[in-house]
């Protein structure tokens, strides 16, 4: 029965016992004026007794009724006071008049602490002004909904962020009667809000571009990874269909990625897009299908790492590799023909004094059969020069004279027709190495100039000082940070094609004529320059001309000076880390070092080399530094020590081939590279490279 139904009950009762009464009295006065008052007296009871059954029926409801309503305010009690938030009831000035359960606990006092105590008192002091004027909007307004406050209060110790929304309530007359309040600890909000802000810093620090697209390709989200890889701002990306952005047209490919992503959730291969400014990148991408709530398709999360260096130097390492091989093959052929040639040689020379009385002809036939060994010595010559078999001893070369050399003896040789030109940079400096392989070097650049000119043209010789960086030597392998000489050699010739420019450094690959040329000038070049720590770059444009490049490290300082560093000095007790999870390496690598006056700690896999130049990064110098090992891989290790220190000076060491190591290496900021199995020679040379190399401030030490 609801409150209005009572009350309507009541005021029947009331009018069915003011009809009694009345009929009562009509009674009485029927039995003054006739002469049978018992029929009226009868009905008058029982009039009577059904209004009694009718009282005593709506005080039973009313007491069911007096029930009801306790059991209903007992539940709302037990849900106002046991409520997850806290709520407080207060006067329109704040003062609080009721709280819950939740609101004490949350407060860290007693509920009864709460009744008479001022609201303000339990907010933070620096925030006590914004508090005024929630209460003015509160009054104003009527209601305030999700303001953020710091509660706290001392004799508590409570000091937490909340969330209020409360609402004002009127009087009768139009007044504010009392203020209801609700709020939260959101301190767990909070702390995810930071997570969620560290994780989406760490989105925005990695070099790698993450793309979030819908499935019709729109863009949903741009970090500034991919703003650096593509050019694009975030506001220029967002919402634009990113096969139109980034692809100059649709292949087929991408079709296909986006078909095995929705059916297989995952993609990953290699793609070619384009930035801004319309250049070419190669991609490495990942996509990893998004499901929603319920499990459907919502979005392709794309992860794209920039790998147009690493295929570059992919590239230089398979014509790296090809020279190797090719030139593993010629130090076996040279041996033979060294073998074969000198009893050849011995005996032309012996024949015409052992028979003084020779003819002519005979005398003839022999002096050609010796003049061609000669020239086949000569080629095996240049074939050991390619392989390395030939080693003389390192002078000072002086870069100026050298050219001026090669200058005076093309301008007598050469066709008039061909203007040569010389242009070296004052104070250019001076190189350490052969100087009768950097003469045939130059003479051999000199010389395919001049056949790429049959009809003149103009041959261009300069020199310039330069230092390479970080940046530019990883994308050059036989390069490092260091200072320079470049020795450029530009023709105005027919140039060379494209589809052969990556070949002409391989052995035997000539483009002239039969019977015009070896094909072993420039293999011989580049085997020259690699072993005077240089490298060479070629550029061509058919019908424009060709320039080659040499790079060769330079040395400062006067000729004696140099003379004096010829000769890398032993170790001055530098203290070095050597990791590698094969004891016996890292036993006899700590013997070598010893003995050359090195200091030596050892660790036998990354988390230990890490704790080791945790404890003693202060002196360590180097880190020697195996590239497959249990628990933490050498990659990760380096990462983790160039964290500690940028400036760590790290040689890797594997046992994989070459090329592999390279590639697996590239772009981890290391200093060298030893490959297993290793001489001690080649250990303690390239220890003393580095070393030298950060004394004379050209590597990338402290």
């Known amino acids: 029965m609801t409150k209005e139904n009572f009350k309507q009950a009541i005021i029947e009762a009331h009018q069915r016992l003011e009809n009694l009464s009345q009929l009562a009295s009509l009674a009485a006065e029927k039995y003054i004026g006739q002469d049978s008052p018992r029929e009226l007296l009868q009905q008058a009871m029982t009039e009577i007794s059904i209004s009694l059954e009718e009282l005593q029926q709506q005080n039973e409801e009313l007491i069911a009724t007096r029930h009801l309503v306790e059991a209903e305010s007992q539940r709302y009690y037990d849900l106002f006071n046991f409520a997850p938030d806290g709520y407080l009831l207060t006067d329109a000035t704040g003062i609080i008049q009721e709280a819950n359960y939740a609101a004490a606990k949350l407060l860290n006092v007693r509920q009864s602490y709460l009744i008479g105590k001022p609201l303000a008192v339990f907010v933070h002091q620096t925030q006590r002004q914004k508090f005024r004027q929630i209460m003015l909007q509160l009054q104003q307004q009527g209601q305030i909904r999700r303001e953020e406050l710091q509660i706290f209060h001392e004799e508590g110790s409570t000091d937490f962020p909340a969330e209020l929304t409360a609402i004002a309530v009127q009087d009768s007359q139009g007044k504010t009667g009392n203020l209801r309040w609700l709020f939260r600890d959101i301190s767990d909000r909070h702390q995810q809000d930071q997570k969620i802000r560290e994780q989406a810093a760490l989105l925005d620090i990695t070099t790698d571009a993450i793309i979030v697209e819908d499935l019709h390709n729109q863009i949903l989200f741009w970090n500034q990874g991919a703003e650096k890889m593509y050019g694009w701002q975030v506001q220029e990306a967002q919402g634009n269909n990113a096969w139109e952005l980034l692809f100059k047209k649709t292949s087929p490919l991408l079709s296909a990625a986006q078909k095995t992503v929705i059916e297989h959730g995952t993609w990953q291969g290699e793609l070619y897009k384009f930035r801004k400014d319309g250049v070419e990148r190669i991609i490495a991408s990942r996509w990893t299908l998004m499901l929603d709530a319920v499990g459907l398709p919502k979005s392709i999360l794309i992860i794209d790492t920039d790998i147009t260096e690493k295929k570059q130097l992919e590239t230089q390492l398979l014509r790296s590799q090809r020279l190797e091989s090719l030139g593993t093959l010629a130090s076996g052929i040279a041996h033979d023909l060294n073998n074969l040639l000198t009893p050849i040689m011995g005996i032309a020379h012996l024949l015409p004094l052992k028979y003084p009385h020779l003819d002519d002809v005979s005398l003839q036939m022999l002096k050609i059969l010796e003049t061609n060994a000669k020239r086949g010595g000569d080629l095996v010559g240049q074939i050991l020069s390619f392989t390395g078999g030939y080693e003389r001893e390192h002078t000072i070369v002086l870069v ?251 040689i890797a060491m594997s046992g994989l081939a070459r090329s592999e190591a390279l590639v697996r290496t590239t772009g981890i900021g290391i200093q060298g590279f030893l490959v297993k199995p290793f001489t001690a020679d080649e250990l303690l040379s390239l220890v003393q490279r580095i070393f030298h190399e950060r004394e004379w401030g050209v590597g990338s030490g402290e």
Request: hydrophobic share 40%.
């Open 400 to 650: 100026s004279q050298l050219i001026e050399d090669i200058k005076q003896i093309a301008q007598q040789a050469f066709p008039k027709l061909i203007e040569i030109k010389t242009d070296i940079a004052p104070n250019i400096g001076i190189v350490v190495g052969d100087s009768i392989k950097l003469h045939q070097v130059l003479m051999n650049l000199a010389v395919n100039a001049r056949d790429a000119m049959p009809h003149g043209g103009k041959l261009s010789i300069s020199a310039t000082k330069l230092f390479i960086d970080e940046n530019y030597a990883r994308m050059h392998i036989g390069a490092t940070a260091n200072s320079y000489v470049k020795i450029t050699v530009t023709d105005t010739g027919v140039g060379i094609h494209s589809e052969i420019i990556d070949r002409i450094f391989d052995p035997f690959f000539t483009t002239k004529e039969v019977g015009k040329g070896t094909g072993l000038g420039l293999s011989i070049l580049m085997g020259i320059v690699k072993s005077h720590g240089g490298f060479v770059e070629v550029a061509s444009e058919v019908g424009v001309g060709t320039k080659f490049q040499v790079y060769l490290p330079s040395k400062e300082g006067n000729i004696s000076q140099v003379i004096d560093e010829i000769e890398l000095p032993r170790g001055q007790g530098e203290l070095i880390l050597v990791v590698d999870d094969e004891v016996a390496i890292t036993q006899i690598t700590k013997t070598t070092l010893e003995f050359s006056n090195y200091k030596v700690l050892t660790a036998q896999n990354g988390i230990e080399a890490i704790a080791l130049y945790t404890e003693h990064k202060d002196k360590i110098r180097l880190v020697l530094m195996d590239m497959m090992m249990p628990l933490m891989g050498g990659e990760t290790t380096i990462s983790t020590l160039q964290i500690i220190n940028p400036q760590v000076q790290i």
